[in-house]
């Protein structure tokens, strides 16, 4: 039995969630170690969970530390094709009950979760982040924490916002309204490794607006997705509405591709991942009851420009913390820098004196400021760009350069100054800690501009650095389409939800952006109702009445 609240409810205006600094002698920071020691000692079974109901398929896979890639925090079971159309057919069956719930009750299951995600479960996700995906704490603080908190509360205001959009005209003797109905379907949800906050986004923005989904998290975060479908669980998600389905890209994607029913794909990953993605809906396009939405947000090569009026200080440190903060493992982290040569000498001379000071190593020394990279495939994807610039006459490496993956998968803070402006580094994403500097002469300000813009087929991230105004604004126009997300005087990462919202275009993704409203009416499907309440009862018209 259903209540039926006749109360026109509204829910919290939401704001960003406080970040902790866990400074030393601080709770926040012994809470965090104490978690981090916790969690490092056991080693934890993650099942998939299809229709509420953990499902072992004695396909293992394994979680270790990237930073001591011996030590092994968890093994997950991986889901085969006949376990995905499991999952698929527990999100239909469970899709006509949570359509039907009022969107406020689905809203108040966001809203606990964020708060157990701000209060009990906060250390908890955060030491699963840094030791899983090796990120230090104040990286992992913003992402698992903050962030995904941000996306519950501000998603679920944007959801209220939807619903509130009606037609504004409404004529004596007929009522206009627009239902936002769910989607016809399943969504399915592919999420990358490097932000838990996006891992939990891709499948709630949707169920949130009513649709049900299936969850693919990446093979390299499978941990931190596990401990929020245990959080969502205990927030009163109902079972089959997020299906949790760890596995082989092939054995999971296909199968949700080839479904009459897929209504959406929300993805965050690779640039050619998300094309074969696209090119097989394509081929499957005749065979689904509705055309698929396709979100996603894809790669990067984005940029820091500094004008010749730049602040040095400011510069370096956006270009350090740009390229390096989680080991340069951001779409949007700065990877090619342009640099005018009345500037370069002493942007050189500091930024090698910046990357001197950090400090690289174990998440559970906070001292460190960069980690590990995610596994041995990203290992050497970076260090064969660095080993080419090495080996190139048009490069120079100029700090950095040395890795290690004994232990861990260390690779040290490197930039390259490359000669031509297309040298591979400046072109190519790699997704590492690496950063490469083109000098233009100060004279080819504009036409360095126009280089820009057209040097990479991505168009995510980018800032200026100027204290000039003429000069940003030519900046802004020049680069209008190089960056959906576009920073003045700051580094290109850190979007905030509700203040940033985050994507951008090309071969950078569809530019939905996460964070608004714009992502959350991807999800829905108007359907127009106009009601006449006394209909006409003859159906001559008054011009066709004699003279």
Known sequence: MHLYNNAV????????????NYAPGSPERAGLKQALEEMAAQKIEIPLLIGGREVRTGRMGKVVMPHDHGHQLAEYHQAGPEEVKQAIAAALQAREGWQRMRWEERAAIFLKAADLLATKYRYQINAGSMLSTSKNAFQAEIDAACELIDFLRFNVYYAQQIYEEQPMIN????????????????????????????????????????????????????????????????????DGVINFVPGRGADVGDVCLADENLAGIHFTGSTAVFQSMWRKVGENIAN????????????GKDFVFAHASADVDGLVTALVRGAFEYQGQKCSAASRAYIPASLWPEVERRLKEEIDRIKMGDVRDFRNLVNAVIDRSAFDTITRYIDLAKDSADAAIIAGGGYDDSKGYFIEPTVILAAKPDFTTMVEE?????????????????????????????????????????????????????????????????????????????????????????????????????????PPSRPDYPFMEAE
């Open 9 to 20: 409810i509204r829910v919290p205006v939401p704001e960003n969630e406080p970040v902790y």
């Open 171 to 238: 004529a004596r003797g007929l009522w206009n309204m627009v239902q936002h109905r769910p989607l016809e379907g399943f969504v399915f949800a592919v999420t990358p490794f490097n932000f838990t906050a996006i891992a939990g986004n891709l499948p709630t923005a949707p169920v949130i607006m009513g649709n049900v989904a299936v969850w693919k998290p990446a093979s390299s975060c499978v941990y931190t997705p596990w401990l929020f479908m245990k959080i969502l669980q205990e927030a009163g998600l109902p």
């Open 288 to 299: 689904y009851k509705s055309y698929p939405r396709i979100v996603g947000e894809t790669g």
């Open 430 to 534: 790699i997704f590492g800690p690496v950063l490469t500097i083109y000098v233009y002469p100060d004279a080819e300000y504009e036409q360095t501009l126009e280089l820009c813009d057209r040097t990479s087929p991505y168009a995510l991230t980018g800032a200026i650095f100027s204290q000039q105004r003429t000069a940003t604004s030519l900046a802004l126009a020049k680069l209008e389409n190089a960056a959906g997300n576009f920073y003045i005087n700051d580094k290109p990462t850190g979007a905030v939800v509700g203040q940033q919202p985050f994507g951008g275009g090309r071969a950078s993704g569809t530019n939905d952006k996460a964070g608004s409203i714009l992502n959350l009416i991807r999800w829905v499907s108007p359907r127009t109702i106009k009601e006449t309440f006394v």
